[in-house]
């Protein structure tokens, strides 16, 4: 397997040059031409890439496919690697690039997973092949399996990563800029993901639809993409009867390319489009855009003139536009270029583009409310920041509920088949049958929590898994929450000790992993952990509030851990499941989502139990005590002493300090000893140890080991 790596001069010629696998990792790891993809990822702007002063510089990397000088001269194909290439794009800081390589390195066919040359995307290279284990070898077979094998990783991929894979065009000949990571993440003994496609999955795309396929930036989901593809249609026809009209004058100056959108302006009109579909258009596939005082402000100038001479023209009632109140066309024209929400899980007012070329709903902050107030003050209206938010945190903006939206989208849609069991019969363990009711159970209280059926209680059970590293625990917790979702509402690096995130998590997150278990103290287990897991409601103050308010808890917990003798509570740990992970977790399926939730919502509807009973609680508890951290001194009590019954031969009545000092003068003055009353915890938890109180306080009945 080689990647090939092709460089074009400013003449055209192509230099191709190979590398092998562990050769290429080792490249990017620095920066080695005159810090060529240092200077282009401090320069980069998505829009204007091609623009970069040294572009033609930066090698173009073919990992899919191994390229070769032909007789003629020419490159062409030579071989495929076997390979789907995926990047996520969108990662604004070095926490969020790290999260998403290290989960792709979970799964077991990633090959590698590094930061590409912007620095704001990664890149990930899986390893697939036939269910025999070939790989094609023509050019046509391998085009053909690379489109079903990309459509098949990007959804898998999109269940185990922290971000949605960025849709692109499946191409074999896909190439991405020389990438620069000094941490790559390299898995030489990635195992292919072997499938043959099926009937209609390896459709080729159409040349028209690779013309029009989305740029890499845009959020697919956000996208109707049928709209999309009308609009660039009509926009083509516009613009291919402008130029008509137009003819061959001089595609340059200030009065061509102003004629030029001003016709434009007044075709899209006719075709009833929205004004600021028509200004985004207009402007993204302007390809003059370096002659002086050309800029977007302009072209939205241009339009809002047409638009409101044709309208004029047209609509007897656009007269009354000039009547409007100051805030009536200051919500009008906010209106017209953005769409607006409150999202009240997150507790703040959210914001994206009103066209079809749509970026991710952002929080509106006061950086976006001086730019609101900027361009009303451009286009004419004497308005200041107060006039703007003053509608923006106002009850004209529509209240969105993202957890509402997506579980009644699922209600009444169940096939009624088992997912949510099928989901746990993916994690082995020794008791398979007696996991997947608990599991169960713990699923259906966590959408329970969602939908805030019961505000008197909270979901206080937290399963944990537990194995040695590598066993895809952390993909699994991933992979609960759809994309949709785990997008904002997953986390799996929360600090115990900032106990104000805690709680502001606790009323924004869905489900909280406690990755890395057994590094929580076991004060903190005993204590603010087992207080924070059976919470109904939480205590917050959002940011830029002014009071704390006392809000509905969302979240539940689930936990890994590498190490079994975790759980700490002397009196018996009631909180947690204990799940011995024996094998790999099998996350290669992505769960059905839409199912997995319909079942859980039917299920609830109809009153299924999503709670433990006492019974099932005795059960958990008996069940834990394999699990729990025994420290030097009740080890050596155990050693020690055994439960006795009262009445038996040599059974005494002790208190807890009695039986301290008795275990110290037999084991060494050097023991560190608990306090009584921690210690004397520990012995209440002890199944079968008889008690009773007393004026010496409590004692308990032990028997000492000859």
């Not at 137009?246 to 016709?263: I, L, P």
């Not at 699990?627 to 050596?636: L, P, V």
Request: aromatic share 10%.
């Amino acid at each position: 397997m080689k990647f090939s790596s092709i460089k074009t001069d400013q003449q055209g010629a192509k230099t191709l040059k190979q590398y092998d696998v562990a050769d290429f990792v080792a490249r990017i790891r620095e920066d080695r031409n005159k810090y060529l993809i240092s200077d282009f990822r401090a320069n980069y702007r998505p829009s204007r890439v091609h623009l970069y002063r040294r572009y033609h510089e930066i090698p173009h990397i073919y990992a899919a496919v191994e390229l070769c000088r032909q007789t003629n001269g020419a490159i062409g194909f030579a071989a495929y690697n076997g390979l789907v290439v995926l990047e996520v794009h969108g990662l604004m800081n070095l926490k969020d690039v790290d999260g998403v390589k290290d989960a792709a390195m979970s799964m077991a066919q990633t090959l590698a997973a590094f930061r590409g040359a912007s620095g704001q995307e990664v890149i990930i290279l899986v390893r697939v092949a036939r269910s025999d284990g070939s790989l094609p070898a023509t050019e046509s077979e391998a085009e053909t399996f690379y489109v079903a094998a990309y459509n098949r990783m990007a959804r898998l991929y999109d269940a185990a990563l922290p971000a949605v894979v960025t849709r692109m065009t499946p191409s074999l000949h896909h190439a991405f800029l020389l990438p620069l990571d000094p941490t790559p993440r390299y898995n030489d003994e990635a195992l292919p993901f072997r499938f043959d496609p099926q009937p209609g999955e390896a459709e080729i795309l159409t040349t028209e639809q690779h013309l029009l396929a989305l740029p890499e930036e845009r959020d697919a989901e956000e996208i109707d993409m049928t709209a999309y593809m009308n609009y660039e249609r009509i926009y083509e026809a516009a613009a291919e009867s402008v130029h008509a009209k137009m003819g061959s004058r001089k595609h340059r100056g200030n009065t061509y390319y102003k004629d030029f959108v001003t016709a434009m302006a007044t075709e899209l009109f006719a075709s009833h489009w929205p004004e600021e579909e028509t200004v985004c258009h207009l402007w993204r596939h302007l390809t003059f855009k370096d002659e002086p005082g050309l800029t977007e402000d302009f072209v939205r100038t241009l339009v809002s003139a047409v638009y409101t001479e044709e309208g004029s023209r047209h609509d007897e009632s656009w007269g009354t536009k000039a009547q409007e109140s100051l805030m009536q066309q200051v919500i009008r024209r906010i209106e017209s270029r953005y769409v607006l929400r409150y999202n009240t899980i997150m507790g703040y007012p959210e914001y994206r583009s009103n066209h079809t070329w749509v970026t991710p709903w952002s929080p509106v902050t006061e950086k976006v409310v001086n730019t609101f107030t900027t361009d009303l003050q451009i286009a004419g209206l004497n308005v200041w920041n107060r006039d703007v938010k003053r509608y923006i945190h106002s009850t004209r903006v529509r209240d969105y509920n993202p957890i509402e939206e997506y579980l009644f989208d699922r209600r009444y849609r169940w096939d009624g088949r088992d997912h949510i069991r099928r989901l746990a019969a993916t994690v082995p363990t020794s008791d398979a049958a007696q996991w997947a009711e608990w599991f169960h159970t713990w699923f259906l209280a966590m959408v329970a929590q969602w939908r805030g059926s019961d505000h008197r209680y909270g979901n206080a059970i937290v399963p944990l898994l537990i194995s040695p590293q590598g066993m895809h625990k952390s993909a699994f917790c991933r992979q609960l929450l759809p994309p949709a979702l785990r997008q904002w509402g997953y986390t799996d690096n929360l600090s115990l000790s900032d106990e104000r995130s805690v709680h502001l998590a606790m009323a924004q997150m869905l489900l909280i992993n406690l990755d890395e278990f057994n590094r929580i103290s076991p004060q903190k287990q005993q204590g603010f952990l087992k207080n924070i897991v059976q919470l109904p409601s939480v205590k917050v103050k959002r940011p830029y509030a002014k009071h704390t308010e006392e809000v509905p808890r969302l979240a539940s917990f689930i936990a890994t851990t590498n190490i079994a003798d975790v759980l700490a509570d002397p009196t018996g740990s009631r909180r947690f499941v204990g799940i011995e992970v024996t094998g790999d977790i099998d996350t290669s399926e992505t769960p059905h989502y839409e199912q997995l939730y319909a079942q859980a919502m039917a299920e609830l509807d109809a009153g299924v139990r999503c709670w433990f009973d006492e019974e099932e609680t005795e059960v958990i508890m008996q069940h834990n005590q394999r699990f729990q951290h025994c420290d030097s001194m009740t080890q050596f009590f155990f050693d020690f002493y055994e439960p006795a019954q009262p009445g038996e031969p040599e059974a005494e009545w002790m208190t807890p300090s009695a039986i301290i000092m008795a275990v110290k003068q037999r084991a060494g003055s050097a023991l560190a000893t608990p306090s009584p009353v921690t210690f004397g915890r520990t012995l209440h938890g002890i199944a079968d140890l008889p008690s009773r109180r007393s004026k010496h306080g409590v004692q308990y009945c032990v028997k000492a080991i000859i």
